[in-house]
C-alpha cells in the first residue's frame, strides 16, 4: 500500500537550518508530482512547496520563496524539502503528499495521499 513517511523535523532556532525527507512507497514515484503542506496550532492548512513529477517545475509559497527549497530523487523515492533562516512562524507540522498528476496543484482533491507529519518548532 502507499506510505509516506516524513522525518528531519525537530527543534531549531531562529534562522536555523531543518531538512525534512518524505520516503514513499507503494506506487511509482516518478509518476507523481509531491508538495509539502503545513498546519499550524490553530490554523488552516497552508502549501508550501510543491515540485512536478520530473522536477521539472517547483511551486513556493510567497512565505517561504528564497528560504526554503524542495526537490527529490526519484531513484530513492524522497522528496525533500530544505529550511534555511527559519522564523518563529514556521513552526507548524509538516507533511508530505501525493498528488494524483504529474504537476503539482493547490487543490487539495488533487492529492490522495498524506505523511502522518513532521512537527517543525522554531524558538530560542
Known amino acids: 500500500q502507499v506510505q509516506l513517511v516524513e522525518s528531519g523535523g525537530g527543534l531549531a532556532q531562529p534562522g536555523g537550518s531543518l531538512r525534512l525527507s518524505c520516503a514513499a512507497s507503494?506506487?511509482?514515484?516518478?509518476?507523481?508530482?509531491m508538495t509539502w503542506a503545513r498546519q499550524a496550532p490553530g490554523k488552516g492548512l497552508e502549501w508550501v512547496s510543491g515540485?512536478?513529477?520530473?522536477?521539472?517545475?517547483?511551486y513556493y509559497a510567497d512565505s517561504v520563496k528564497g528560504r526554503f527549497t524542495i526537490s527529490r530523487d526519484n531513484a530513492k523515492n524522497t522528496v525533500y524539502l530544505q529550511m534555511n533562516s527559519l522564523k518563529p512562524e514556521d513552526t507548524a507540522l509538516y507533511y508530505c503528499?501525493?498528488?494524483?498528476?504529474?504537476?503539482?496543484?493547490?487543490?487539495?482533491?488533487?492529492?490522495?495521499?498524506w505523511g502522518q507529519g513532521t512537527q517543525v518548532t522554531v524558538s530560542s
Open positions: 503528499a501525493k498528488s494524483r498528476h504529474y504537476f503539482y496543484t493547490t487543490d487539495r482533491d488533487g492529492y490522495d495521499y
Open positions: 507503494g506506487f511509482p514515484f516518478s509518476n507523481y508530482a
Open positions: 515540485i512536478y513529477s520530473d522536477s521539472s517545475g517547483t
